[in-house]
Nanobody
Framework: QVQLVESGGGLVHPGGSLRLSCAAS??????MGWYRQAPGKERELVAS???????NYADSVKGRFTVSRDNAKNTVYLQMNSLKVEDTAVYYC????????WGQGTQVNVSS
């Protein structure tokens, strides 16, 4: 199975930006998704992208987040702008819609 490693999280003030990366150990032809889980809440899909870069976003992040992928580098990205406190969560990448094993994710904290 292909391994996925998330990175790029951190602490940022409301209105700030972060860029998350998801590095895969090999080529993935599946659609990919970014998921997040906030404390005390269920994991939710934030954005998805096909192999040929068709994208979809949750209503809560439309206009603020941009998902992209570089297939030559086996990497998926999530650019997060205009961050809100409610975006605070652990962010994970995985295949979509059928997920594989979850990695450790990367923590995003939005706080004033």
């Amino acid at each position: 199975q292909v391994q996925l490693v998330e990175s790029g999280g951190g602490l940022v003030h409301p209105g700030g930006s972060l860029r998350l990366s998801c590095a895969a150990s090999g080529t993935i032809f599946n659609d990919m998704g970014w998921y997040r889980q906030a404390p005390g809440k269920e994991r939710e899909l934030v954005a998805s992208i096909s192999y040929y870069r068709a994208t979809n976003y949750a209503d809560s992040v439309k206009g603020r987040f941009t998902v992209s992928r570089d297939n030559a580098k086996n990497t998926v990205y999530l650019q997060m702008n205009s961050l809100k406190v409610e975006d605070t969560a652990v962010y994970y990448c995985n295949t979509f819609p059928q997920v594989r094993n979850w990695g450790q994710g990367t923590q995003v904290n939005v706080s004033s």
